[in-house]
């Protein structure tokens, strides 16, 4: 028999796991909620996220990955196992083998924690994926050709750029901004203008719902009510925001983003540059959801930008399919014991 083979998208923001012939099967937020008390792990994911800013002293409500990467190995580690568990449905015959998506610019160290937190969460053998190359493969772009291929992975951490060809990174870079960044560029934003404190749930669903990359003209322009606490008076308000507000307040991250994809295409090769001006650059993970983002990308670069199908599931759908084909994958990856 077998044993069970498991892709992971770690992600800081969301956890994806992926099940060959079973797709996508676990989308949580990266969340886990500890007693203070005993340090015991009292809610992983969606019933944890639903803490976040309502607990009282005894819980904390946290993400256990910044910026791609650990920040708390033990609570990583219970969350991994969490969603092991979960994934395997608690049929516990065989250790599974588990592919896991990380940042391509993490450390030996980092990526060491990585796998070591895999193994101790249940895994029989913890293989690493870089995550430019598992979004690619989840955005059905034949890797493996002689041919240049540009993708843009934006998630909830981290920013990865990179020009893939023959299987490999080329040339790549890996920035520390993503959609969490954006949250806190808007919250940031409305208690400057408004005077209005407002919670990163707020923030992230401000941006979801009527965030723009762009301005929009004054007829296509979103509006949404939203409620915080008064900076001045303590007591709770309601404002009108608009799409142009969000457009302002991002306006640093989007230039760090656009600066990292102009110095790779700066850094690859010429026959490399040419493949990737007649194909584009590919857009994945939730951050490239923001409304006109592949439009301003196209405008600065010159280079044509196109949003994968399904870009929020295209890292996990890329480890399920490299784990499911080791062999053909192998030098893509890099693998330990």
Do not use: W
Request: proline share 4%; hydrophobic share 45%; charged share 25%.
């Amino acid at each position: 028999m077998f044993s069970k083979k498991i892709g992971i998208d770690l992600g800081t923001t969301y956890t994806l796991v992926h099940l060959p012939k079973r797709g996508i099967i676990i989308n949580e937020p990266s969340v886990v909620a500890i007693s203070t008390m005993d340090k015991k792990v009292l809610a992983v994911g969606e019933e944890a996220k639903e803490m976040i800013g309502r607990t009282p002293d005894t819980i904390i409500a946290q993400r256990p990955l910044r910026d791609g990467v650990i920040a708390d190995y033990k609570i990583t580690e219970a969350m991994l196992r969490y969603f092991i568990n979960k994934a395997l449905g608690g049929v516990k015959l065989f250790r599974p083998e588990v592919m896991i998506a990380v940042p391509a610019g993490i450390t030996s160290t980092e990526r060491r924690a990585v796998i070591d937190a895999t193994m101790a969460a249940g895994a029989k053998a913890a293989y690493i994926i870089k995550e430019p190359i598992a979004a690619a493969i989840g955005a059905d772009i034949p890797i493996g050709s002689a041919s240049g291929h540009m993708i843009v992975d934006m998630g909830g951490g981290t920013s990865e750029i990179a020009i893939i060809s023959l299987g490999g990174i080329v040339t790549n870079t890996s920035i520390r901004i993503g959609g969490n960044k954006f949250d806190l560029a808007i919250a940031e934003f409305i208690r400057k203008k408004y005077g209005l404190a407002v919670g990163e749930r707020t923030a992230e669903e401000i941006k979801i719902k009527i965030g723009s990359a762009m301005y929009l003209d004054e007829e296509e322009r979103l509006r949404m009510n939203i409620r915080g606490r008064d900076m001045i008076s303590g007591l709770p308000r309601t404002i009108e925001v608009n799409s142009d507000d969000v457009t302002e307040a991002l306006q640093n991250e989007l230039q760090g983003i656009i600066a990292a994809v102009k110095s790779v295409l700066f850094k690859t090769p010429p026959e490399l540059s040419a493949d990737v001006m007649d194909k584009g650059m590919v857009l994945s993970g939730g951050t490239s959801l923001l409304r006109n983002i592949a439009d301003l990308f196209f405008q600065v670069t010159g280079v044509p930008s196109y949003v994968a199908d399904e870009p929020l599931l295209c890292v996990a759908k890329g480890t399920g399919v490299a784990l499911d084909n080791l062999e053909s994958y192998k030098r893509s990856i890099l693998s330990t014991k």
